[in-house]
């Protein structure tokens, strides 16, 4: 019996695998050439567009819109994710130390559909992106979260989300997620499982962090957090916290608060946002993940092969 058959369903079913990932719902790369964007280097990002999809509208809003100093900025670097070989393409969002000492920034996106708990939306979605919460002092990292917001920028009325670290705000010191309930008015603050085997708060370079939303209409939301997973298969979480309902209007890059007087602080980075409905579709390694390829990738490879060997086998047969 020819092995020819089996092959050809194979190659079948690796080329479908390859189109059910679900529809990307957005993607900033925070570059020049980026489409739906033209981002000036080394320029706040407060009033600058950059990006494409439908998830998110608008200008990027800085908290403080006067005050130059409290706004990301397009950088002209983009930030690299431990196992690869290179930087992505590209820029990124962060702010260097100010004043020799200081950072002081946070800068937002607003969703084009706001989250509205038991109102809107129904559905899952994931948001993967490039984290890098700087260098300070171990003892007092100060403040240094992704973030997201409802309605505002006030910390102790419209902040919902936090990611990170931070010792103003009660994250401590190790990598936590931090989720508010807005039928309680409480928050739940939910240390990552590996921030026990990360050193120095985990500040030292980039990590990919994918944050996984789970939203009801009619049941609790579910937010979880991966941290740096490897793969197109969704792990097991980090770190999940379960509230009533879960509001949010916008997303902020990096909102850092620092202030090591007298020290020079490196500022934090954030890159290659992507949000999809699909683990599949923000995992990284999907984008060329140095020394892992896909399985699919793989397969098709050798459905290449063995489209080869069979022509050859025809042709040997005609003759």
């Given at each position: 019996?020819?092995?020819?058959?089996?092959?050809?369903?194979?190659?079948?079913?690796?080329?479908?695998?390859?189109?059910?990932?679900?529809?990307?719902?957005?993607?900033?790369?925070?570059?020049?050439?980026?489409?739906?964007?033209?981002?000036?280097?080394?320029?706040?990002?407060?009033?600058?567009?950059?990006?494409?999809?439908?998830?998110?509208?608008?200008?990027?809003?800085?908290?403080?819109?006067?005050?130059?100093?409290?706004?990301?900025?397009?950088?002209?670097?983009?930030?690299?994710?431990?196992?690869?070989?290179?930087?992505?393409?590209?820029?990124?969002?962060?702010?260097?130390?100010?004043?020799?000492?200081?950072?002081?920034?946070?800068?937002?996106?607003?969703?084009?559909?706001?989250?509205?708990?038991?109102?809107?939306?129904?559905?899952?979605?994931?948001?993967?992106?490039?984290?890098?919460?700087?260098?300070?002092?171990?003892?007092?990292?100060?403040?240094?979260?992704?973030?997201?917001?409802?309605?505002?920028f006030d910390d102790s009325l419209n902040r919902n989300l936090m990611l990170g670290i931070s010792s103003f705000a009660g994250l401590g010191n190790e990598l936590a997620l931090n989720v508010r309930d807005s039928v309680t008015n409480t928050s739940t603050n939910a240390v990552l499982s590996e921030a026990a085997n990360l050193t120095d708060l985990a500040l030292q370079g980039t990590h990919y962090l994918v944050l996984k939303f789970e939203m009801s209409t009619s049941v609790n939301d579910v937010i979880s957090v991966f941290l740096d997973p490897v793969g197109t298969t969704e792990p097991t979480p980090s770190a999940s916290v379960s509230v009533g309902q879960f509001l949010a209007d916008r997303m902020s890059t990096n909102a850092q608060f620092t202030f090591n007087s007298g020290t020079a602080t490196a500022g934090g980075g954030f890159d290659e946002l992507r949000v999809a409905t699909e683990f599949a579709d923000v995992a990284f390694n999907r984008l060329a993940f140095e020394g892992v390829p896909e399985p699919s990738t793989t397969v098709l490879a050798a459905c290449a092969v063995a489209a080869m060997l069979r022509r050859g086998h025809r042709r040997v047969a005609a003759e």
């Open positions: 019996m020819s092995r020819f058959p089996f092959i050809t369903a194979l190659c079948v079913a690796a080329s479908m695998s390859l189109t059910t990932h679900a529809t990307e719902l957005w993607y900033d790369g925070f570059s020049l050439n980026d489409a739906g964007g033209n981002y000036v280097v080394d320029t706040g990002l407060n009033g600058q567009a950059g990006g494409a999809g439908s998830f998110f509208t608008g200008n990027w809003i800085a908290a403080d819109q006067a005050d130059t100093a409290s706004w990301a900025q397009a950088l002209s670097t983009g930030l690299t994710r431990p196992g690869f070989a290179a930087a992505t393409v590209g820029g990124s969002a962060g702010r260097d130390a100010q004043f020799d000492c200081c950072v002081f920034t946070r800068t937002s996106k607003l969703l084009a559909s706001p989250w509205g708990g038991f109102t809107d939306p129904d559905g899952t979605f994931y948001f993967g992106f490039l984290a890098d919460f700087g260098t300070g002092d171990a003892a007092d990292p100060h403040h240094r979260t992704i973030e997201m917001h409802d309605g505002g």
